[in-house]
C-alpha cells in the first residue's frame, strides 16, 4: 500500500522510520517531512490542513492510507471530509466528533463526567462567568490548573501556586487570548497529586490493544522547572506502572472510553493517548489526545517489533484482533535536544553535526532540514536520542552519552531524564 503521513515533527520520523522497513509498504510520502524522513520516503510540500490539495495529491500518486501524526487535521475533520469525498482512501485516526477528545477540554471533561471515568473535579469558565471561575479558584488548594480550552501546541497549561496569579492569568488567558482563540474558553481543574504517565491504546473501533506506557518530561528545566515544553524526553516502559494499575487502567479508563464513545454513535479508531495521573494506585485521567504523543513516539515505537504497515492497515481495515503485538523486553530512554531560548524565541538554521551511532541508539530529526547538503535547525525541538538497554539506568547513561556527542550551536537538553524514576525504584 501506498501511505501518505502527515507531519514534520519527530513522531512523524519515528513513523516514518518503521514504515520504510514494512513488508506491506510500497511508497511512503511525508508532507511535509522534516531533514531526516526524506531518508525514509519521499517528502511533500504539502500543507496537511488543505484537505483538497491533499485529496488531489492522493489520487494522482495512488495514496491508499493516509496517517495524520498530529492532531491539527483531525480535530479539523480529514476523516469525515475522506468519508465523503473519496472513501477509497482511508484514513487511520478517528472521526472530527472523537476528535473533539483532545480538540476540546471542556468536551473531553463532560465526556468523563458522564461515563464515570475518574478525573479532576473542573470548572469551564469563559468570557460569561469569569467572576464564578475566580471563586472556584478561591475554594481549591494550590496549586491551580488553567488549561486553554483549544490545542495550544501542548503549551496551553498553566500550573500556579499563587491564587492572585491564578487568576490574573486566567484573565490574560480568556480577556487577552493569552493562547490566541484556544484560551477563550479555559478549563480550571482542581490539582491531581500523584505521578503522571501516558498510556497509548490502538483500536479499530471494535478491537483494542494496549500500544505500551511512557513517562515524558513537559518542562524545559531540569527538576521539573520551568515552561512546559512539547516535551524533552521519555522513558518507556513506566516501571510503576504494573499489573495492578493498569488493571484498574483499563477497567476504570480504556473500556469506558471506547464503551462510552460506542454507545453514542462514535467508535473510536486509532491511536488514542490517555494521560494519567497515579495517585496511590489509583488512575486519574489529565487529559486525552487523539494520537501518539510526541516524545513517548520516541521511546515506545523504538520497542515495538510489530510491523507498523500491517499495525496501521489493521486500524483502517478493522481487523486488529488478527494482529499480535510484540515488543523489545529492553528499557528505552530519550532525550530531546532542543535550541537554546527554547521554548520563548529561538534561533534556526545551526548546522548540525551527528556522529556515527551505536546500534542500540535510534536518533529521530524533528525540528530540521536540509540545506546545500547540510543538516540544519529548524525549529526548537530539534532531535532525539534514544537508546535500548537491558535496564533503565543503563539506558539513560547511552542516550545521554550519544546527546553529548551531538553538536549544533546553543545545544539545550535535559540530563535529569528518568532521574526521578529511578528514586522511586530504588527508594
Same mark, same amino acid.
Given at each position: 500500500?501506498?501511505? +501518505? ?11 516514518? *522510520? ?9 511508497? *511512503? ?35 491508499? %492510507? ?17 468519508? @465523503?469525498?473519496?472513501?477509497? $482512501? ?69 500550573? *500556579? ?13 480568556? @480577556? ?8 477563550? !474558553? ?40 520551568? +515552561?512546559? !515544553? ?13 499489573? @495492578? ?25 486509532? $491511536? ?13 485521567? %489529565? #487529559? ?9 513516539? @520516541? ?6 517489533? !510489530? ?16 494482529? #499480535? ?11 530531546? *535536544? ?19 551511532? #551505536? ?36 539506558? $539513560? ?19 535529569? $531524564? ?5 528514586? +522511586?525504584?530504588?527508594?
Amino acid at each position: 500500500m501506498n501511505i +501518505l503521513l502527515l507531519g514534520s515533527g519527530g513522531r512523524e520520523h519515528a513513523y516514518a *522510520l518503521y514504515l520504510s522497513r514494512s513488508k506491506k509498504v510500497s511508497h *511512503l510520502y511525508i508532507a511535509p517531512g522534516n531533514g531526516g524522513t526524506d531518508n525514509c520516503g519521499t517528502n511533500i510540500n504539502l500543507n496537511p490542513l488543505d484537505f483538497d490539495s491533499v485529496n488531489e495529491f492522493c489520487l494522482t500518486h495512488a495514496v491508499d %492510507v493516509i496517517l495524520p501524526g498530529n492532531e491539527d487535521p483531525l480535530v479539523a475533520g480529514i476523516v469525515d471530509y475522506f468519508a @465523503e469525498k473519496n472513501p477509497s $482512501i482511508k484514513v487511520a485516526g478517528p472521526s472530527k466528533w472523537c476528535a473533539q477528545l483532545e480538540g476540546s477540554k471542556s468536551f473531553s471533561k463532560k465526556f468523563m463526567e458522564s461515563h464515570s471515568i475518574p478525573t479532576a473535579a473542573y470548572k469551564e469558565v469563559n468570557q460569561k462567568n469569569i467572576v464564578e471561575g475566580e471563586q472556584f479558584l478561591e475554594k481549591l488548594t494550590p496549586p491551580y490548573v488553567l488549561k486553554a480550552d483549544g490545542l495550544a501546541a501542548g503549551k496551553g497549561v498553566l500550573i *500556579l501556586d499563587n491564587l492572585m496569579e491564578a487568576k490574573q492569568e486566567l484573565k490574560l488567558m480568556i @480577556e487577552e487570548a493569552k493562547f490566541g482563540a484556544a484560551s477563550s !474558553t479555559v478549563v480550571i481543574e482542581e490539582f491531581l497529586k500523584g505521578i503522571e504517565l501516558s498510556v497509548f491504546v490502538v483500536s479499530d473501533g471494535e478491537t483494542w490493544k494496549l500500544l505500551g506506557s511512557a513517562k515524558d518530561y513537559k518542562r524545559i528545566g531540569e527538576g521539573d522547572t520551568g +515552561l512546559n !515544553t512539547g516535551g524533552m524526553g521519555a522513558i518507556s516502559p513506566v516501571p510503576f506502572a504494573n499489573d @495492578e494499575f493498569m488493571k484498574k487502567v483499563e477497567q476504570q479508563v480504556i473500556v469506558p472510553t471506547l464503551d462510552g464513545l460506542r454507545s453514542e454513535g462514535h467508535p473510536y479508531k486509532g $491511536i488514542l493517548f490517555i494521560g494519567l495521573m497515579n495517585d496511590a494506585g489509583n488512575p486519574s485521567v %489529565v #487529559e486525552y489526545n487523539v494520537r501518539m504523543g510526541d516524545p513517548e513516539t @520516541e521511546a515506545i515505537f523504538p520497542r515495538l517489533k !510489530t510491523d507498523m504497515g500491517e499495525l496501521i492497515a489493521a486500524v483502517v481495515e478493522g481487523n486488529l484482533k488478527e494482529v #499480535e503485538l510484540t515488543y523489545d523486553e529492553r528499557v528505552a530512554a530519550s532525550v530531546f *535536544l532542543v535550541s537554546q531560548g527554547y521554548p520563548e524565541a529561538y534561533e534556526k538554521g545551526k548546522e548540525i553535526s551527528i556522529p556515527s551511532i #551505536e546500534n542500540n541508539v535510534v536518533l529521530l530529526q524533528a525540528g530540521t532540514k536540509k540545506q546545500n547538503n547540510h543538516l540544519i535547525t529548524n525549529g526548537g525541538r530539534v532531535l532525539s536520542v534514544t537508546a535500548l538497554e537491558d535496564t533503565m539506568q543503563k539506558a $539513560i547513561d547511552a542516550a545521554m552519552k550519544t546527546a553529548e556527542k551531538v553538536t549544533f550551536t546553543g545545544k539545550t537538553y535535559r540530563r535529569d $531524564i528518568g532521574q526521578d524514576l529511578l528514586k +522511586l525504584k530504588n527508594g
